[in-house]
């Protein structure tokens, strides 16, 4: 699913109400039935109201659905990512998007840039997508778990991300400045440093590994774990050796029930890859959870700042229940990546079933937490910006 912004400075006013209007429908249905997409944007016209859906249509940010009772409309991943980015340029948070610069398995990140030029990164959730096969293939869950209850997953995960680095970064630990979040995408500093994983000179092995137990360590006496802290998701500068952790997915308290095990997991994932990659074993076993001392409630502080342990369970369930399917699928699904765009541009034929999930989306989450500002300078400027 690339993201396509040759449209977006096309789009009239009327079309972004009726891009709107199938967004807001899509939260009771899924098919948003033509007369219900007129009567949310509120303009009068049946003919305006057909042309921008005609409009719409043909660049992909909605596609027809027939189903059996009645045509309509459902919203595209192009669609979402477009109200986002909209979003952020009325915020001015955005002007121009420049080249993708990484593809995670759940999402894909994009150098963009202010309008005076300052680059950022920005990262678009993109949920469900390495589970499409295996999703596809399960009926039961297919049913309950339809595109839109995926862009609603995504936008979660955006939502736990931001409120995540905020506090992260509010308390001095080393992760990219959050700038602004809408929707499924997050703005965040562009880090001028490669994952651990690329980085091909580390001057002094011993010293980064004690710096990211350290870390592992302060993290646990805020309150959290990280529970994905590899090679991936540690990004270091070359010159300066400096660790800056990005991706929170998995972040829990340390009062979660399987606390240990995660922190255990983090703790074991630096050893094997010094070992590994530069032979570097520590004399010490490393850091236990049982010798950590509580100093601060960043899992209790994050909570209060816009991502409720509602959406938490939400999210945790989905993830949960995402990460046994690809189990079961194996390691051939593990490799499949999204196919979903082939259904995008197509009519497609849906299910009848109405989204009356209660997981939905929720029509009261707030776009509006965007006060922070970038202040870091990024360095080396990429290439490619285009304006918006
Ligand atoms: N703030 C940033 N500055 C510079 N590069 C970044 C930044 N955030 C992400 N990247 C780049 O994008 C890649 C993917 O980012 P990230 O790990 O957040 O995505 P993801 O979908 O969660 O990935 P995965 O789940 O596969 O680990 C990173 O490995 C890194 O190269």
């Not at 909605?62 to 595209?76: E, H, M, P, S």
């Not at 409630?297 to 816009?306: R, Y």
């Not at 390691?331 to 082939?342: K, L, P, Q, Y």
């Not at 259904?343 to 299910?351: A, L």
């Amino acid at each position: 699913m690339k993201l396509d912004t040759r449209a977006i400075r096309y789009l009239t006013a009327e079309d972004w109400r009726v891009l709107t209007a199938v967004e807001m429908g899509s939260k009771n249905h899924e098919v948003v039935p033509t007369p219900l997409i007129s009567q949310i944007s509120g303009l009068r016209g049946a003919s305006g109201v057909n042309r921008s859906i005609s409009n719409l249509a043909k660049v992909g940010l909605i596609a027809k659905v027939k189903n059996a009772k009645y045509d309509g409309y459902r919203l595209t991943y192009g669609g979402l990512d477009y109200l986002a980015l909209n979003t952020f340029i009325k915020r001015k948070s955005v002007y121009s998007i420049g080249n993708q610069v990484g593809v995670g398995k759940e999402s894909d990140i994009y150098v963009v840039a202010d309008e005076s030029g300052k680059q950022r990164i920005l990262k678009i959730h993109r949920l469900g997508r390495i589970s499409f096969r295996t999703v596809k293939a399960n009926r039961d869950y297919l049913r309950n778990r339809n595109a839109a209850s995926w862009m609603y997953m995504s936008r979660l995960a955006a939502m736990k991300e931001f409120a995540f680095m905020k506090v992260l970064k509010d308390n001095g630990f080393p992760v990219p400045t959050p700038i602004d979040q809408a929707r499924h995408c997050v703005l965040m500093e562009l880090i001028d440093s490669y994952p651990l994983r690329q980085v091909t000179e580390i001057a002094d092995p011993p010293k980064l590994y004690d710096d990211l137990m350290g870390l592992i360590v302060r993290f646990a006496s805020q309150g959290l774990i990280h529970g994905d802290f590899n090679e991936f998701n540690i990004l270091v500068n070359e010159e300066t050796q400096e660790p800056v952790v990005i991706d929170f997915p998995q972040m829990v308290s340390i009062d979660h029930p399987n606390a240990e095990e995660y922190f255990d997991r983090d703790v074991q994932c630096i050893k094997t890859f010094f070992e590994r990659k530069f032979g570097f074993e520590s004399e010490e076993k490393g850091p236990s959870l049982k010798d950590v001392k509580r100093r601060g409630k960043l899992d209790v502080e994050v909570e209060a700042s816009g991502f409720s342990k509602k959406q938490a369970k939400e999210l945790d369930k989905y993830l949960q229940q995402i990460a046994k399917l690809d189990e079961r699928e194996g390691d051939e699904a593990s490799g499949a990546v999204s196919t979903d765009e082939d259904d995008e541009d197509q009519e497609e034929q849906g299910s009848g079933i109405e989204n009356d999930d209660d997981d939905g989306p929720d029509s009261n989450l707030s776009e509006d937490s965007h006060e922070m500002k970038n202040e870091a300078d990024t360095g080396a400027p990429r290439s490619g910006l285009l304006s918006v």
